[in-house]
């Protein structure tokens, strides 16, 4: 009985590699890049295809594996939706009044210097680990992996927070449905489209607006985030990618809402987040992984902006 | 025979986590937070679980699997005063005249605007690796985690030092008996009382001094690490934490000594380490980990202060 | 069937390291230093040690062990010259404006404050990861460890190139081959010699030069790496370990030339890469990893130093 357990954890835990991509949809990705191996993590290569294997229907941290063979912990929510999210990245503002300083990982780390930021949107740098992704920037390989993936999650949580209360301590939680991401992970939007300053930009561009469906919170929740000058721009129900603003500076992501058509502000540095970092001009003062929602050096006062509640949290970003 | 030698392999290797909790103290602890699943690290969350249910007691590299089922490699002291010690950090200065620079994990790499510091003896961020734990910061999940823990040890040992020598190299090395860690680790300490400037702290604290058995040195080997300003001050035989200087600001550890009943100075920054970093005034010159341990910017000579035995070392922490 | 191909992946994937290190080599080397234990890596220490045993040569990511026991996931090279290659680091400029900034792991991330950079060549700090190597800079175990090591590989690939196209894409890869590195790999070399500015040092000292064989590109294209005043001072089919410029600056290493007996510039900044970052006065100005091989601040035309296609490459080293 006892050796039984043993096999069976064996078997679990080591499964050879050659039996772990199981055609879970019908979506056609090239083969693994290398042959595969055999592999302490199962060779899953997203929560996905670990729960359509295996059953497994418990949220929590489990091995995957990159196409390239890379082994790495993730966690798995496994139930929201049907489950099979993984976590690929989290996006925390360690130092709001720091502009471009050490861990601003998802803009830049090297002060105002630089147009083009440090670059983590399109390349296959990692940084942070699971257990810390609510108290530092968080990027795993399955952000850029060759993967089946078809939509986002985003979940707001406090920072500092947990794993296991991640979800009971969400004030906001949701994903998209309508496939956008199908062939398409972040990876290769930003890829495509860099977050870099460039003077072909047209500015005042509102970016990609793609509706989404919300596990936890709603439109309220979703507005309460901002403040009344970002209210009055946008309307909630959206994930935003890549705005331009009327400097021709890109932003990554803007949550839960998209910008108004008949806004013509433009000032996406007080709500998205993420970046190449350098501002030209006066406007150097919002660089950081959240730009300017704090308002400060704009002359706004606090609460115009983003909440509190909004800067004091990681935004938590999921593949499915 | 070599079909046995492999199961017997993998079942050490890959033991299941179902079976890796067993009751070794009459503490209590919540349960794991999600359930045990299969590991390649048998799953154990400390040396002393691994010692306990393996018999190991051999010094060295294993693997870990904190409470949320996040995997590591950590060192284990198998044999020290019975063994079951788990590495869990170090801390180290790699630049002694930088000012919370790149790389004062334990105090502020964000100069001297921020008053809060990195926050990381109270979060849940990684960094380093065992092997480099004397040439860089480093901390793992052992830290932060929920574990069974009663005491901690300390060792002095001089930088870049490799694993096998750091306990033969190793200057001094103690323990503290009093089970002051239990249900408390040092995350826990710092947690309830952070490490940040509060205007409220009343100033001049000489913190918690715990009472240290040394497993190697003595009391004139810890009071030789400080120059005669120091050894004014304290005397050893202890391990302090928390003291708050005169002007309001905290520090994490002051190793080997207690700051005396009858001293009034209040200059915790010439010897204790670690802390939120910021400084006011003239005093942001002893930013870093080890604050100003080198007596440079206060007009010290050098060696009235710390001896370069301290400052060239590492302190490594570690939980029982 | 199946079960028994179970049993094998277990078998190859959590071989017990007692059976893993096969005297392929008549080099002797010390003992593991800590009793062998069993692993989900198998236990092989280098990518020569696991051809050798388990006859793999299919290139790729594998798990292997450090001398101590830390395991990590390395690429290995299984066909080239035979195979059994094992990458240990990347050497990636992020910003080459940026002088000794953050990510400048090579040199110095501490600004122009420091004499003697990060140390990262001759200690145990390890950073990056595999998939990224030519995203950031990386460095892992294999670098330092007591390992069976003869010669080194360099590969130049362009930036954020994944991991199968490497050797497709990379425009000049080359290997050493007079056992120059028995007994003495690159962590060694730099652990006698450290590269940081040293009074002593005579200044204006060639370093070492050591013969290489091309597996792609020859001597036109290892010199067409460099503009016209590099080319002037070196002539191709070597690679250079620490040579000390003008100002008694030491680099780490220059790819692919030597330094002509009859050059007399010794302006080694312009094309050695990697060092102790910190130059004197004026020259602070070609602080960092590619330390001024962009030829900025000496006012030097683009061009006439070193092409955009080695600055916007990294430099992979491997080790057998």
Known sequence: MFFWSVLFGVFLACLPGISSHPPTTTTTLPPPTFPPRPSCS???????????????????????????????????????????????????????????????????????????????WN?????????????????????????????????????????????????????????????????????????????????????????ITYDKGDNAVAQSMYGSLVQAETEPGYVTLRPVNRNGVPFAICSGVKIKDSSSACSFQHYCVGGGGFQSGDLARMCGDFNNLDGKGEGQAPGWIASSTLTDSSLLILYR
Chains 1, 2, 3 share one sequence.
């Open 42 to 120: 199962g060779g899953f290569r997203t929560c996905k295809e670990l729960k359509d294997a295996m059953g497994i229907d418990e949220d929590g941290i489990y091995h995957l594996r990159s196409t390239n063979g890379y082994e790495y912990q993730a966690y798995c929510d496994m139930t929201t939706d049907g489950g099979g999210w993984t976590l690929v990245a989290s996006i925390h503002e360690n130092n709001i009044q720091g502009r471009c300083t050490v861990d601003d990982l998802w803009s830049s780390q090297q002060g105002r210097q630089q147009t083009n930021g440090d670059g983590n």
């Open 123 to 211: 390349n296959r740098v990692i940084f942070g680990t699971v257990e810390g992704a609510t108290s530092e920037d968080y990027k795993n390989p399955g952000y850029y992996d060759d993967q089946i993936v078809r939509n986002i999650a985003v979940w707001h949580v406090p920072n500092i927070v947990r794993v296991p209360d991640w979800k009971d301590r969400a004030y906001l939680r949701y994903h998209t449905t309508n496939d956008y991401f199908a062939r398409n992970n972040l990876y290769k939007v930003f890829e495509d489209n860099r977050l870099e300053r460039n003077v072909n930009d047209l500015s005042c561009q509102k970016g990609t607006a793609i509706p």
